[in-house]
């Protein structure tokens, strides 16, 4: 059944969560968006890579939201087998002195020129398995530290026994985010499992072997969002998985920092943006590196009508997206009917959502991602005399959406506080929040809206991708200059950018804001159509062409898999 995969030998790319079907739950956010479009692209472009992680059935969480935003959650359970082939292949880990039973998937993800990428999903629900055990790979960022030590684990020590198990021959291994650094023991493992037989050599010689075969992209510019465990629970939980001495020299000798053990182990390192690789030079001195600035998937990101549109003028874009260049060649009057469309689209669904009621003719404002606190989803609110200002001179209409993790208080608060601000402003300002923001709703709302806000605190927005969904459709960001919006912004003509470079311009943000709004982007809306339609193209023109997961798999192929 796997023949025609493991024929080649093909780079393995292990991450916590792959969105590799819209309608599975199997990621949170950005990260499992981009491993998601990383795969629709390594598919499209027939290269040969193997994805690899959990299966997780009951996926992150449903999103529930009351009338008052207050914010529960519920298992948004799937059935592997409607969508993948259960494999014959089996392996095991000893998690806490106990036989863990790994099993898998194979999900044939396939791509739009006959190219497809095998996906592996690991399951831990098999027989022989404990209750606990079975569980393990069920809820994705669930459980407490334990239950996270265990599904790394899983991930990065599992899914290379797993792609050994099925026949796999793997010239290089790319870690999407830290979770899967165990990885690297299990290689060093097996490396002097092999050496020792044969030469009984030092250790530490092995090193340089094992990373000469691993990449490793880090995603995340907070010290405290970096995955660190307890050595006495790693002990517990790992044992004699692990070679406690060779962890220590690698991931810190306090605690197991997968960040470290992954930048230790890995010849190629990247960070996501330009300036996140600077703020990652900063965070991590004396390692190289590089910059691979991040791209979304153009078929899974553009709207059925904008596809329609660019299949009749620039037909093949999706598999060439450089092709976009030539959008001046589409009439002003086709790209405006196309959102249209789009935005028709938007608001039947909200209407069936929500029963609220927006208008086609009015510009809608998007922001939605994880409500979590650097995202500032409230710092459009700060103000919201002068919100309402703006709205009574230039009418608007708001659109919200986004999950908070089901142990972030603060983040659920912040989605009750929108709810409240939205019941204040209603009569002047209509402001809807999307239950459940998923795949399927991010390309209803970036698709329908008209301008895509964002206003991360500096410099905590690694890249950001959904502002390059935005562009690619030709939608105009407005939004704080960090992350990936630093090399997209070209001031009036991509979109505006809230404040500087510089954090110091944090807490200026919310009038930069307001500024723009009122003197800058809703004149322009209703005053200079031809030049908004003109904006419009320069998105797609400039942005749509660079920022797309095309151009970002070809250069990991040829900087960091190569
Ligand atoms: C693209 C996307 C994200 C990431 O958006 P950011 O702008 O990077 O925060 C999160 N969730 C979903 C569902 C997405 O499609």
């Excluded at 008052?68 to 089996?90: F, H, I, N, V």
């Excluded at 026994?161 to 796999?168: I, Q």
């Excluded at 037989?197 to 995340?220: A, G, Q, W, Y």
């Excluded at 009038?511 to 193209?537: A, F, H, I, T």
């Amino acid at each position: 059944m796997l023949d025609h995969f493991t024929h080649t030998p093909r780079v393995a790319y292990l991450s916590m969560e792959i969105a590799f079907h819209e309608d599975l739950p199997t990621y949170s956010g950005g990260l499992g968006v981009l491993a998601g479009d990383s795969m629709l692209s390594a598919a499209d472009l027939d290269l040969p890579m193997v994805g690899v992680t959990l299966v997780s059935r009951e996926g992150y969480f449903r999103q529930h939201l009351d009338s008052d935003g207050c914010q529960t959650e519920s298992p948004e359970t799937w059935d592997p087998s409607q969508y993948a082939t259960r494999l014959p292949a089996k392996t095991s880990i000893q998690l806490q002195g106990e036989t863990v039973w790994i099993g898998a998937w194979l999900y044939e993800l396939k791509g739009h020129m006959n190219g497809c990428i095998p996906i592996i999903l690991l399951d831990t629900f098999v027989e022989g398995n404990s209750a606990d055990n079975q569980a393990l790979t069920h809820h994705l960022y669930g459980g407490d530290a334990r239950y996270r030590l265990k599904q790394e684990a899983l991930l990065g020590i599992g899914g290379e026994r797993m792609l050994r198990a099925l026949g796999f021959t793997i010239f290089r291994y790319h870690m999407n985010e830290g979770h899967s650094a165990l990885l690297i023991s299990e290689l060093l493992k097996q490396y002097r499992f092999s050496s020792e037989n044969m030469r009984n050599s030092e250790h530490s010689s092995d090193i340089p072997r094992v990373k000469r075969l691993c990449c490793f992209t880090t995603h995340t510019p907070v010290d405290a969002g970096h995955d660190r465990f307890d050595y006495a629970m790693v002990e517990a939980v790992l044992g004699e998985e692990v070679d406690l001495n060779t962890v220590k020299k690698l991931a810190g000798s306090e605690c197991l920092n997968m960040t470290q053990l992954a930048l230790n182990g890995s010849q190629y390192i990247n960070g996501v943006a330009k300036k996140h690789a600077d703020v990652s030079r900063d965070m991590f001195p004396g390692y190289r590196i590089h910059a691979i600035t991040n791209g979304v998937h153009p078929h899974r990101w553009v709207s059925p009508s904008l596809a329609e549109v660019l299949d009749t003028y620039l037909p093949g874009w999706c598999h060439e997206p450089e092709l976009l260049r030539n959008v001046d060649g589409i009439p002003n009057d086709a790209l405006w009917q196309a959102h249209q469309l789009a935005k028709k689209s938007l608001i039947s669904h909200i209407q069936e959502q929500q029963k609220t009621t927006l208008q086609l003719e009015l510009p809608i404002l998007g922001f939605a991602r994880r409500m979590t606190s650097y995202k500032r989803a409230d710092l459009l609110f700060s103000d919201i005399d002068r919100l309402v200002q703006i709205a009574e001179r230039y009418p608007f209409q708001i659109v919200l959406g986004g999950k908070a993790h089901p142990q972030d208080h603060e983040g659920k608060h912040l989605i009750q506080q929108l709810h409240i601000v939205a019941k204040t402003v209603k009569n002047v300002l209509p402001v809807v929040f999307l239950e459940n923001y998923d795949i399927a709703q991010a390309r209803q709302l970036i698709g329908g809206c008209d301008i895509w806000l964002n206003t991360p605190l500096r410099p905590y927005e690694a890249s950001g991708t959904s502002g390059m969904k935005a562009s690619i459709n030709g939608i105009a960001n407005l939004s704080v200059l960090d992350g990936w919006w630093i090399e997209g912004c070209v001031e009036g003509k991509t979109g505006w950018a809230i404040g500087g470079v510089s954090p110091s311009e944090n807490g200026n943000d919310a009038l930069s804001l307001y500024q723009k709004l009122e003197q800058q982007v809703l004149p322009m809306y209703y005053d200079r159509k031809l030049d908004w339609v003109q904006m419009m193209k320069t998105c797609i023109q400039k942005n749509g062409t660079y920022f797309n997961s095309h151009r970002m798999m070809r250069r990991y192929v040829c900087e960091a898999y190569l």
